[in-house]
């Protein structure tokens, strides 16, 4: 019987995830869990009606925190000191194809006989069914078409024998009683014989390996034994006598004993045969419940099949998806955290169904399908909203919890040197710090240690630790940038850097790549550039002159109030 799957809402950040995007992700999920746990329990219903989404009673919901990138050193040191899991990858929120309402039925033997396998059939009210090995390996599909083709070679009277059809088969098929013989052989030769003529006509008709319908006549079944058939039917529910079953095993042959009369029996015989012989096992297509279903979607509509099979990574069969089930299916269901631009957000968010947006950016370019909930304040870090809305719903924070909104804070301001921090983020930040028993100084020291070890670091792994696409009018650009307390540490890096800027520019045929260099105790940024451009208009935006390829600024920090609304304005203008 098919089980129900968990309706998942996948919380998720940007890419190249900072601290903040990984740590809003897991304590949001925490929080809509602990509230769809409450509301199932009858617990303040009314007062969770402004967080709750329309559809979200479902016992069969969960929120799932999920990542658009790799964690970075920082972010990592986090997650191990409060002991949670990092969050499930995904390279693309597009829907996928285990998404969607997959057929979940299970496969069928090749040995089934068309009778079981159209039984089947009527009782799923499915038109196609896979056929499975021992290992539950796709091996071919029987449709109904298929089924009906069999019938229709009801003329072929040497059928049987060609689909090796198993005695067990022709028993199933006949409702028969086995009286000599084993049922796990098969027909291999043979033709299909009806006994109604006189016995000299059938005595000369009967050939070796035969398989002979009859009645209750002595004679003819003697006459088909001494002729080497492999297998005899008796209709009617007549009995095969002892010394017919003793001369029967001594030749070989199967005496099978049928309640059904001789018409029935010829015109049912074929339904024994093994779906193997009539399924499809050339040229099958089958989908991954990994495949995005938009790649899928131009080959299921050229196909004339009805339903195709789905596998899982070890090829294993899963169940059946119809051309239909495109139609009627439900895409992603995504919760956006610390981020609302498209260039910013995981691949296929504009496939996605966008169900909520929380952020403190300035409001991008992400579209949605029908109204959201938006929450978005000017504060300097996610988790300050994501704290409050515990407060609002009167949920206890945990101290795992608790450590991990405290430390995205403390990340996002720089331990509140930032110009983005406000007193909301300070305030909530030290009752957080005081739930979770830490000490944000010496904590944020740690963390930022761990966080820095740039020398340990890759170019890719340093220019991607945070870096985000912007675009101002209609010229893309990406800031990258990386935080030391170690003014040396970030001074050793800059030619490499340039270098690395430079080819990843060319590689996302972008006009202009920025990144800053962030000295937190100083409080200062060294800003790199490349690009044919870059040079004029940070020297527009900051109205000071530059060097060769980079700048420095004193007293910034912040890539969102400080850096990005100069060169918007400069690229604007």
């Known amino acids: 019987m098919e089980t129900k799957r968990q309706k998942e809402v996948y919380i998720i950040g940007h890419k190249n995830p900072d601290t903040d995007s990984i740590c809003s992700a897991i304590a949001y999920a925490s929080l809509k869990n602990e509230i769809l746990r409450r509301v199932h329990q009858g617990e303040n219903v009314e007062l969770y009606q402004d967080v709750l989404i329309e559809g979200e009673n479902s016992e069969e919901m969960v929120y799932v925190p999920a990542r658009a990138g790799q964690i970075n050193t920082?972010?990592?040191?986090?997650l191990k000191e409060f002991k949670q899991k990092v969050p499930e990858y995904m390279i693309a929120i597009r829907t996928q194809v285990g998404d969607v309402d997959i057929r979940r039925n299970k496969g069928i033997p090749a040995d089934y006989s068309l009778k079981k396998a159209w039984e089947t059939m009527r009782g799923t009210e499915a038109s196609t069914l896979a056929v499975t090995d021992k290992k539950g390996c796709l091996e071919g599909l029987i449709t109904v078409s298929d089924i009906?083709?069999?019938?229709?070679?009801?003329?072929?009277?040497?059928?049987?024998?060609?689909?090796?059809?198993?005695?067990?088969?022709?028993?199933?098929?006949?409702?028969?009683?086995?009286?000599?013989?084993?049922?796990?052989?098969?027909?291999?030769?043979?033709?299909l014989v009806v006994s109604t003529a006189n016995l000299e006509v059938i005595d000369a008709f009967i050939e070796k390996d035969d398989l002979v319908i009859l009645g209750n006549r002595y004679e003819?079944?003697?006459?088909?034994?001494?002729?080497?058939?492999?297998?005899?039917?008796?209709?009617?529910?007549?009995?095969?006598?002892?010394?017919?079953?003793?001369l029967a095993e001594e030749k070989g042959c199967a005496v099978i004993c049928t309640p059904y009369d001789t018409y029935t029996v010829t015109r049912s015989i074929n339904q024994s045969i093994p779906v193997s012989f009539f399924m499809i096992k050339d040229g099958l297509i089958s989908f991954s419940e990994d495949d995005y279903v938009a790649d899928i979607k131009p080959t299921m509509m050229s196909k004339r099949h009805r339903d195709f099979p789905i596998v899982d990574k070890d090829g294993k069969y899963v169940g059946m998806i119809s051309r239909r089930t495109l139609i009627d299916m439900n895409t992603k269901k995504v919760i956006l955290v610390d981020h609302n631009e498209v260039d910013q957000a995981a691949d296929g968010a504009d496939e996605a169904e966008i169900m909520e947006i929380i952020d403190h950016h300035k409001l991008?370019?992400?579209?949605?399908?029908?109204?959201?909930?938006v929450r978005n304040?000017?504060?300097?870090?996610t988790a300050t909203i994501v704290y409050e809305m515990y407060m609002e719903n009167q949920i206890p924070v945990s101290r795992e919890i608790a450590g991990i909104l405290c430390a995205a804070i403390i990340s996002d301001t720089l331990m509140f040197r930032s110009p983005t921090c406000t007193p909301t983020d300070q305030m909530i930040a030290e009752q957080l710090a005081e739930i979770a028993g830490i000490d944000i100084e010496s904590f944020a020291m740690k963390m930022f240690e761990e966080g820095s070890q740039l020398r340990q670091k890759t170019d890719s792994e340093i220019f991607y630790q945070d870096y985000k696409k912007f675009v101002a009018g209609d010229i893309p650009y990406a800031v990258g940038q990386i935080t030391s307390m170690n003014h040396g540490e970030l001074m050793e890096i800059?030619?490499?850097?340039?270098?690395?800027?430079?080819?990843?520019?060319?590689?996302?045929?972008?006009?202009?790549?920025?990144?800053?260099?962030?000295?937190?105790?100083?409080?200062?940024?060294?800003?790199?550039?490349?690009?044919?451009?870059?040079?004029?208009?940070?020297?527009?935006?900051?109205?000071?002159?530059?060097?060769?390829?980079?700048?420095?600024?004193?007293?910034?920090?912040?890539?969102?109030?400080?850096?990005?609304?100069?060169?918007?304005?400069a690229l604007q203008q």
């Open 494 to 569: 800059q030619e490499r850097l340039l270098a690395y800027m430079d080819k990843a520019r060319t590689e996302t045929e972008l006009p202009m790549v920025f990144f800053m260099l962030t000295d937190i105790l100083k409080e200062s940024t060294r800003l790199l550039f490349v690009g044919n451009e870059a040079k004029f208009y940070v020297e527009k935006g900051f109205r000071t002159e530059a060097g060769e390829n980079y700048i420095d600024l004193e007293g910034v920090v912040s890539r969102k109030k400080q850096l990005i609304p100069k060169l918007t304005a």
């Open 74 to 78: 920082e972010t990592n040191y986090v």
């Open 364 to 373: 991008g370019t992400v579209e949605t399908i029908r109204p959201v909930k």
């Open 220 to 246: 003819a079944q003697l006459s088909a034994i001494e002729n080497q058939a492999s297998c005899i039917i008796i209709c009617d529910g007549a009995k095969a006598s002892r010394t017919i079953c003793k």
């Open 148 to 191: 009906a083709g069999a019938y229709m070679s009801v003329l072929n009277t040497q059928i049987l024998g060609e689909a090796q059809t198993p005695i067990a088969n022709i028993l199933e098929t006949l409702k028969g009683k086995l009286m000599v013989g084993d049922a796990k052989k098969r027909l291999n030769r043979g033709k």
């Open 377 to 381: 304040e000017p504060v300097g870090c």
